[in-house]
């Protein structure tokens, strides 16, 4: 997975940014003013940098003035147009208005991670082994063949790995926004992903809420 940089001066937001990349694989380094991305980037090479606007020292128009050759989410709450538009004009990868959904800046970070070509292209749990870019999963180095909904389903978990999700938010975001199904779906689907990778002890069920593929870090 992606090395991150968070600039985000509101601690409370940081630790929460973190502790969420860093459950499903992402190394995370913090840093809570503008002038500290430049002495973390003397430290070490990132994949991206989510970046608030307004920061003590260095806001962040001025700070991603100074960056090359590195992909910039911004993350902040001034979402005028005139802002969103400036941050564009910088050279942001993406612009992200708070308050925003945990699971969207996951999907925002993945999407800007993979034209990059800084994704993760195999995911590897004991004997199943899945082609994110292939989209393809062997059990025993051989090939399982799943149906498309259940291969957006593993790919979801994977990409959330070791957090809950409910079964309205696995319907939203495997399925789509307008998929009118009935939420019993899902567990039909996760029965079956169960079954032909023998995940019953990796797909645990979170009681009154969905599902959560376990991994360990």
């Given at each position: ?12 937001i ?7 990349l ?30 608030d ?135 039909v ?29």
């Amino acid at each position: 997975m992606a090395k991150i940089l968070i600039v985000e001066d509101e601690k409370p937001i940081n630790i929460l940014l973190k502790k969420n990349l860093e459950l499903v694989g992402h190394r995370c380094i913090s840093v809570f003013d503008g002038e500290s991305v430049f002495d973390e980037m003397e430290k070490q090479a990132f994949d991206l940098i989510l970046l608030d606007i307004m920061l003590p020292k260095l806001d962040g128009f001025q700070v991603i003035k100074e960056l090359k050759d590195i992909p910039v989410i911004f993350l902040t709450a001034r979402g005028a147009v005139k802002d969103r538009i400036k941050g564009l004009k910088l050279g942001a990868d993406d612009y992200i208005v708070k308050p925003f959904d945990m699971m969207e800046l996951q999907a925002r970070v993945d999407s800007v991670l993979r034209r990059t070509q800084k994704a993760e292209k195999l995911f590897c749990l004991g004997d199943v082994r899945v082609d994110l870019i292939g989209r393809k999963v062997y059990f025993h180095d051989r090939l399982v063949d799943f149906a498309p909904q259940e291969y957006a389903l593993i790919e979801v978990l994977i990409q959330n790995r070791n957090i809950a999700l409910s079964r309205d938010k696995l319907l939203d975001i495997a399925w789509g926004y307008d998929y009118g199904g009935d939420t019993r779906t899902v567990d039909v689907h996760i029965h079956n992903i169960r079954k032909k990778l023998t995940w019953e002890n990796v797909i645990k069920t979170v009681y009154k809420l969905g599902y959560r593929l376990e991994v360990e870090k």
